[in-house]
C-alpha cells in the first residue's frame, strides 16, 4: 500500500482523525474525502469544517459533498442510517474511479463490528453476517479493525491529536447506539475482556466461512450451469448431497430469497412452481431449478417498416432480402411469399391463446401446447418471440415458420428473412 493512491474516508470523529494522521505519519499518498449529511444543522456544517481545517494542516487534498440525506431515505424507502451508508459509499466509489485512486479507507474498528454482529444476530443471517466487518473487500479496505474505540481515543488524546464529538451517537432512537450503550455494556460487566472475546469468537467464524466458501467452490460447478436466460440448478445431484437446505441456502443468498423452506421444497414440487425474491425468481422445472431476473409485465412490440432491410432490435437483428430460390434450411431463417405480407411487420414477446399454422404441420396450433410438445422450460417459454404480420403470426422466431406465409407457386418472388442474436 506505501505506493498506492489512497482516499480515506474522514467523518471528523476520533477514529477517521486519527487513521488520518496515522496515513500522514507513514508518509502515504492520500486524499480525504468528507461527506456532510445535512442531519444536525449547524454541527453538520462544524464538522464540515472541521475536516477542512484537517486537510489544510495534513497538507493534503479534500473532497466534500452533501447529501440531502432525508429525502433519499424517504423517496427509496431506508432508514436514514442505512441511506447515509449507501450515499456515501457510491460517492467514495465515484471518487475512486474517477481520480484513480487504489484504495478507500474507512476508519472502522472493533466496536464498530461487535455492534454490526448484533445487528446481524437481531435480523436472522448466516456465517457473513456473525463474522462482523470485514477488514478488506476488493478495493475498500478498514485497517482500525483490529483496535478498540478505547485504544483509538487513547492514542488521540496521547498525541494531542484534536476531533469532533458526533452528539447523535449518544442518542439511543439509532439501533446501533442502543446496542452500544445498553446492550454491549451488560456483556462486558459478565465479562470485562468481553471485546476481546468476541475478536476470538469472530477469527474463528472467519475460518468456518472460509471452510464452507472452499466447499461451496467444488460443489458449484457440479450443480449449477450457466444457461442462456440465467442459472440451472441440478435437482438429482442437490438431493444426493447431504445438507442440501444449507447448500440451497449458500448457493441463492445473494440473490436476495428469504423463503428458505419453500425454495427446499421446490426440489419435490410440480414444475413451474416458482419462488420469488425482490430481483429474482427460482423455477422448479422436470430436472432443475432455473434462476432467473423477475420478468416485466410491461408488453414490448417492435415494428418492422417495409422499406427496412436490416432491422436491429434488443432480441437481435433481422436482415430481409429478396432471393431467387430457397437454398438453405435453419432455424435461423424462413422464406416468405412477399404478398402476403402486411407491413409495418411487428415483433412481440408471445401471449397466452397466441395461434399459428406451423409448417410442416396440418392445422392450427396453440403456441402453448407447440412449447410444451418442445419441452420448453419456463423461461425459454417468456423469452420467445414471434414475427407477425398483421394479427397473424409469421414466425416462431427461430423454432418454426407459420405456412400461410410460404411459397406456393414457382418462378415467384421470394423473400428470405434472417434473425440472429
Not at 100 to 124: K, M, P
Not at 129 to 136: K, M, T, Y
Not at 356 to 384: A, C, H, R
Request: hydrophobic share 35%.
Amino acid at each position: 500500500m506505501c505506493n498506492s493512491k489512497i482516499l480515506l474516508a474522514v467523518s471528523g470523529g476520533v477514529d477517521s482523525v486519527v487513521l488520518a494522521h496515522l496515513c500522514k505519519k507513514a508518509k502515504l499518498d492520500f486524499a480525504l474525502a468528507h461527506c456532510n449529511f445535512n442531519l444536525r444543522d449547524e454541527e453538520s456544517d462544524a464538522d464540515e469544517d472541521f475536516v477542512a481545517s484537517l486537510a489544510k494542516k495534513l497538507k493534503v487534498k479534500l473532497f466534500i459533498e452533501n447529501f440531502d440525506t432525508e429525502q433519499y431515505a424517504k423517496d427509496n424507502g431506508l432508514s436514514i442510517q442505512m441511506a447515509a451508508r449507501d450515499l456515501r459509499y457510491e460517492w467514495f466509489e465515484e471518487l475512486r474511479q474517477k481520480y484513480q485512486f487504489d484504495y478507500t479507507l474507512t476508519a472502522h474498528h472493533a466496536n464498530d463490528s461487535l455492534e454490526t454482529f448484533f445487528i446481524n444476530l437481531l435480523r436472522g443471517t448466516g456465517l457473513e453476517g456473525l463474522s462482523g466487518i470485514n477488514s478488506d473487500s476488493h478495493s475498500l479496505i478498514r485497517p482500525l479493525l483490529k483496535f478498540s474505540r478505547k485504544e483509538i481515543s487513547s492514542y488521540a488524546q496521547e498525541n494531542n491529536i484534536p476531533w469532533r464529538e458526533d452528539s447523535s451517537n449518544a442518542s439511543t432512537k439509532y439501533l446501533r447506539n442502543k446496542i452500544r450503550h445498553e446492550i454491549v455494556p451488560i456483556f462486558e460487566e459478565l465479562n470485562p475482556q468481553f471485546l476481546e472475546t468476541f475478536l476470538k469468537t469472530q477469527s474463528h467464524l472467519k475460518e468456518s466461512e472460509e471452510l464452507v466458501e472452499d466447499y461451496m467452490s467444488l460443489l458449484y460447478p457440479k450443480i449449477i450451469s450457466k444457461t442462456k436466460y440465467g442459472y440451472s440448478l441440478e435437482i438429482n445431484y442437490l438431493k444426493k448431497i447431504p445438507n442440501t437446505p444449507a447448500v440451497l441456502y449458500q448457493l441463492l443468498k445473494s440473490f436476495g430469497f428469504t423463503q428458505w423452506g419453500d425454495i427446499y421444497n421446490l426440489l419435490d414440487a410440480q414444475p413451474g412452481k416458482m419462488v420469488f425474491s425482490a430481483s429474482h425468481r427460482l423455477v422448479k422445472d422436470r430436472d432443475y431449478l432455473i434462476l432467473t431476473e423477475k420478468n416485466s409485465k410491461e408488453e414490448k412490440v417492435y415494428k418492422i417498416a417495409k422499406d427496412e432491410d436490416f432491422a436491429m432490435l434488443p432480441m437481435g437483428t433481422f436482415s430481409f432480402s429478396e432471393v431467387q430460390q430457397i437454398k438453405e434450411k435453419n432455424p435461423n431463417c424462413i422464406y416468405v411469399d412477399p404478398e402476403k405480407l402486411d407491413y409495418p411487420l411487428s415483433v412481440r414477446q408471445w401471449q397466452k391463446g397466441d395461434v399459428f399454422y406451423p409448417f410442416g404441420m396440418k392445422g392450427k396450433k396453440k403456441l402453448s401446447d407447440f412449447f410444451k410438445d418442445k419441452k420448453l422450460s419456463l423461461p425459454e417459454k417468456e423469452n420467445s418471440w414471434v414475427l407477425c404480420s398483421g394479427e397473424k403470426i409469421i414466425w416462431v422466431i427461430n423454432q418454426r415458420a407459420d405456412r400461410r406465409f410460404s411459397i406456393t407457386s414457382p418462378g415467384q418472388k421470394i423473400i428470405k428473412i434472417t434473425f440472429s442474436l
